[in-house]
């Protein structure tokens, strides 16, 4: 087995290879490429159904763009632009000869996070222990969305491990924010955040065990959806902690426009993606879910806000919403440090050990901090029983029940008759904030912990003159203390399932009437 750095040496020079050499230049997209690039998803949709722009010529528009923001921030791994274009190829031939299309994502490029296995390529996921690890068939996701149209065209940067907020690995380096790159894109799947700001993507696929799409989406100005458990297959794609199953990781969409979270939902579910994956689970797209039929069909609902001190975005989100006929309770959360808690102890249980085995294969070293100095954290083995484990899943279990009731119990104050809507919150205790820096996940892990679906949208992005640091105050903990003094206004300028979509296209609409 060669040195590891021997390894890395020649996979990146494999990687440079793979970008066709007259992309590697400036003015690279033509203003029809940039059109293409500009455009929603459901628009892209339309025109390539229509046959108003063809697979190949929006695949290649993508395809540009990609290796453009590449350049910038670093987010590719595998780039597959030969075998895009020949399935690019196989779709027009298919409409041309036809009229008809091959499903709902028609031509549609997508990108996907470094650990979605495809045929005949590696996977890493930031291990240089894996390379040469070539996969011998796609994972169950890849072969639903090829089903459904679609064309995988290049996979994107994660941490070593996945299990980092941040992206970065001895095999590819650091993927830095788009908007600042002194700031972190966050993670696991912060390249799909890096590269679908930039459009280089129309729609990326990440992974979610902790936060891992709705963090980068978040730090990166995008839409999103982490679905519950079993919504979208996983069978087939590669993974840290394989074999816990308490807390799983799952799928799901990131993109620009709203719209592109609703038609990837609705496409894999309505494959059928239970046939192919044993932990799929068997349920088609609810119209009457996405129309709220359980929500008053959208009229007059009520949102609980968890409020963090200082948010400008909430506040804003909060008017959006009421002026636009809606109420908004504030949302009284329990026991979110006892679930953070007991959600990091049950996905850390044996985790030490589980990344030993996979780095003792070339002896890579381990990687100890995101930031550029020497600390940082890392998700360490608890060294418990199974016994012990069992009694933490137990107490999730009880717990998931005492939330759930104290949701139900909010329809005494909500004058609809019904229990909160949907709850709003913060994705981090900041926007995007330096490399190394982000080590607080407790907004999104408790949603994990409980297995509630969770959608991200954007509002706003650092002001430094509306988002001056609030004077000194009391803090809650050590690490409220660490937030308020690391914040520099300066420094962070420009940061940016079916009901729970329809709820977040209410919200997007009431935010955009107000703009």
């Not at 939902?265 to 039929?293: C, H, I």
């Not at 007059?300 to 506040?315: A, K, N, P, Q, T």
């Not at 607080?440 to 706003?460: C, E, I, Q, R, S």
């Not at 609030?470 to 203390?481: A, I, L, R």
Request: net charge negative; aromatic share 8%.
């Amino acid at each position: 087995m060669p040195h590891w750095t021997a390894l890395v040496a020649e996979k990146k020079q494999r990687q440079l290879n793979s970008i066709p050499q007259d992309w590697l230049t400036c003015g690279l997209l033509n203003a029809r490429e940039i059109e293409i690039t500009n455009t929603s998803v459901d628009v892209l949709l339309e025109r390539l159904a229509s046959a108003e722009w063809t697979a190949i010529e929006v695949t290649t528009a993508f395809s540009k763009r990609a290796i453009v923001a590449h350049q910038l921030v670093n987010c590719l791994t595998e780039i597959f632009v030969d075998r895009a274009l020949a399935r690019a190829a196989e779709l027009d031939d298919h409409l041309k000869k036809t009229g008809k299309i091959v499903g709902p994502l028609h031509g549609l490029p997508i990108s996907l996070k470094d650990q979605i296995c495809i045929k005949g390529l590696e996977t890493i996921m930031g291990y240089a222990s894996w390379i040469g690890k070539y996969a011998d068939k796609n994972a169950v996701l890849v072969d639903v969305l090829i089903e459904c149209g679609a064309v995988p065209f290049v996979r994107t940067n994660v941490p070593q491990t996945l299990m980092w907020p941040e992206s970065f690995n001895s095999v590819f380096g650091r993927t830095p924010n788009p908007y600042n790159r002194s700031l972190t894109s966050g993670g696991s799947s912060g390249g799909e955040g890096a590269l679908v700001a930039l459009k280089g993507s129309p729609l990326g696929v990440g992974s979610d065990i902790g936060g891992s799409i709705r963090i980068p989406s978040a730090f990166c100005g995008l839409y999103s959806l982490r679905p519950s458990y079993g919504r979208v297959p996983y069978c087939g794609a590669l993974n840290s902690l394989e074999g816990q199953d308490s807390v799983p990781s799952v799928f799901g969409p990131m993109t620009n426009s709203l719209s592109g979270v609703k038609v990837f939902m609705k496409a894999v579910v309505n494959a059928k993606p239970w046939l192919k994956d044993p932990l799929a689970v068997r349920k088609k797209w609810d119209e009457d879910e996405y129309n709220l039929a359980d929500h008053g069909y959208g009229k007059d609902l009520c949102f609980g806000i968890m409020w963090d001190d200082g948010v400008r975005s909430l506040e804003i989100t909060k008017a959006a919403l009421q002026k636009a006929g809606h109420k908004v309770v504030d949302w009284k959360p329990i026991k979110h440090r006892l679930l953070q808690q007991v959600t990091m102890d049950i996905l850390t249980a044996a985790s030490t050990e589980d990344i030993m085995i996979t780095t003792s294969v070339t002896g890579e070293p381990i990687i100890a901090t995101m930031e550029l100095d020497d600390t940082g954290f890392r998700p360490q083995n608890s060294g418990i029983t199974a016994y012990q484990l069992w009694q933490l899943q137990k107490l999730r279990q009880n717990t998931r029940k005492e939330y759930l009731d104290h949701w139900e119990a909010t329809a005494s104050e909500t004058g609809t008759g019904r229990p909160v809507d949907a709850i709003i919150c913060p994705v981090a205790a900041y926007a995007a904030p330096p490399h190394g820096k982000n080590s607080y996940t407790n907004y999104t892990t408790v949603w994990n912990g409980l297995d509630y679906p969770a959608t991200t949208f954007p509002v706003t992005t650092v002001d430094s003159t509306l988002d001056g640091q609030e004077p000194p105050h009391g803090f809650y903990d050590d690490f409220d203390q660490y937030v308020y003094e690391m914040y520099d206004p300066e420094k962070f300028k420009n940061a940016p399932e079916e009901a729970v979509i329809k709820m977040t296209e209410i919200v997007d609409a009431a935010l955009t009437a107000t703009k």
